[in-house]
């Protein structure tokens, strides 16, 4: 969905269909949800964890990684906070449980960055 044309079909997509949240995968980064989801098709936009290395950690990097992300897209709201696809089975539940918290603890609206 990176693509213009895709862009365009999703976008004419979104508002046939009333859609009034979107929800794609990791290729899709905290910045494009930010310009293309919220903003050019005024939709929220679910902010999938990226990196691959939530199952790795370690815990201080997947919390690092998940502030970074609401940091460019949660001003102003209309995101989505939410694992992309599947959580792997090799995936801690520490690891899991610290990239919730960051959710809970960081993620309040409205949203204040850096905090």
């Given at each position: ?12 997509l ?6 009034i ?16 989801v ?15 290395f ?17 940091d ?44």
């Open positions: 969905m990176t693509r213009p044309k895709s862009q365009e079909w999703l976008e004419k979104t508002k046939d269909a009333n859609i949240g979107l929800h794609l995968d990791k290729a899709h980064d905290a910045e494009w949800i930010k310009t293309i919220k903003e050019k098709m005024g939709v929220a936009g679910g902010l999938p964890f990226r990196g691959g939530l199952d790795k950690g370690p815990i201080e990097k997947i919390e690092a990684e998940a502030k970074k992300s609401l460019i897209a949660a001003p102003g709201g209309g995101v989505i906070f939410v694992p992309t696809g599947q959580v792997l089975p090799s995936t801690p539940n520490e690891h899991f449980k610290g990239w919730i918290n960051v959710a809970h603890d960081y993620g309040t609206y409205p949203f204040v960055p850096g905090r």
